[in-house]
């Protein structure tokens, strides 16, 4: 096991709503980065924190944001919820940026309805 | 722009045979290589990465990447193929120079080993 863990596993959620989907590091990582992947793709980069701070930031519009707490799990927040949003997301921590291979948790599959 | 290319979609290979899963990129200065399984309804494992120094790279479960810097490209290789080697297999690439050093992935090649 990769000692990230994400929750929910699961989540329906009608359009227009709000979600929040929470990450826990593997212990000693302080870098966490959240992913979409949509069924069938690769996962395409939302963003990444380290040390609490916003470090790199993908093609996502501002209704997804994002927070890392003092002990380095995470929050990504999804506002006024489209149906093209549905997908897995996927959380990855590694110890430090740079060349270090990224854990991932199993994911939060959100379904928007 | 920059870009990972996995040109198959789907391979297939009888179980004992040897497996290739390719990978092309388009990264400007010498980026670093990384391969990920994932299994059905699981997330991403690392299987393994090249950095620099011999082009072989081994990892887990078997599996070996070769890099080639002239041919752009770091293929996934396996010496003998097991059923339990089906899953999806992405390829990732992370550039060493320029303002983006995220990871950018493949769309992902789909293994399927046949007993």
């Known amino acids: 096991e990769t000692g990230v863990t994400q929750s929910p596993t699961h989540l329906i959620k009608t359009r227009g709503q709000q979600v929040t989907l929470r990450c826990s590091s593997q212990?000693?990582?302080?870098?966490v980065s959240w992913y979409q992947q949509a069924l069938g793709q690769g996962p395409q980069f939302i963003f990444q924190y380290y040390r609490e701070e916003e470090n790199g930031r993908g093609n996502f519009p501002p209704r997804f944001s994002g927070l890392q707490f003092p002990n380095y799990s995470s929050e990504l927040n999804v506002n006024a919820l489209e149906l093209d949003d549905s997908a897995l997301y996927l959380c990855?921590?590694?110890?430090?940026?740079?060349?270090?291979?990224?854990?991932f948790g199993p994911g939060t599959r959100l379904t928007v309805t | 722009a920059q870009s990972v290319a996995q040109p198959e979609d789907q391979v297939n290979v009888a179980e004992g045979n040897p497996l290739t899963v390719k990978c092309t990129y388009s990264?400007?200065?010498?980026?670093?290589l990384f391969w990920y399984v994932q299994y059905p309804n699981r997330g991403l494992q690392f299987l393994l990465k090249?950095?620099?120094?011999d082009n072989l790279v081994k990892g887990s479960y078997g599996f070996e990447a070769e890099f080639n810097k002239s041919q752009t490209s770091f293929h996934l290789k396996k010496p003998s193929a097991l059923v339990s080697d089906s899953a999806l297999y992405f390829c990732a690439v992370r550039p060493n120079a320029g303002n983006n050093r995220k990871l950018i992935w493949g769309l992902g090649t789909s293994l399927a080993v046949n007993p």
């Open positions: 990264v400007s200065g010498n980026p670093y």
């Open positions: 090249y950095i620099t120094g």
């Open positions: 990855a921590s590694s110890p430090r940026q740079g060349i270090n291979e990224q854990y």
């Open positions: 212990s000693g990582h302080n870098t």
